[in-house]
């Protein structure tokens, strides 16, 4: 528990900008895929944005355009910039890494962060 702690949630007005970060507390050399989930209320968790590798990323369809994915080894962070804001977008979003070490994989989630957009 504690690994990842989000930060930067938040009210915000339509057509808004909001930007998450997420603390990681785990070497993220370890660590091969990071990225946010997002869960509105009454529907599943889905997938948001994720960094795999290091490298590559990967996006929702309603996201694309919009929200960006970024992380700073220096300061261990994975940060998702947020614009363009919907109410759709609203939701508690879930910072998330999978670390691999040898054939083990482990899962690690934050407690969320609440984003609402009003109309």
């Known amino acids: 528990q504690g690994q990842l702690v989000e930060s930067g949630g938040g009210l915000v007005q339509s057509g808004g900008s909001l930007r998450l970060s997420c603390s990681v507390r785990i070497s993220m050399h370890s660590l091969n895929a990071m990225g946010w989930y997002r869960q509105a209320p009454g529907k599943e968790r889905e997938l948001v944005a994720v960094i795999i590798s290091g490298a590559s990323t990967n996006y929702a369809d309603s996201v694309k355009g919009r929200f960006f994915i970024s992380r700073d080894t220096g300061k261990n962070t994975v940060d998702l910039q947020m614009t363009s804001l919907k109410p759709e977008d609203t939701a508690v979003y879930y910072c998330?890494?999978?670390?691999?070490?040898?054939?083990?994989?482990?899962?690690?989630w934050g407690q969320g962060t609440p984003v609402t957009v009003s109309s």
């Open positions: 998330y890494a999978e670390q691999r070490l040898g054939v083990n994989v482990n899962d690690y």
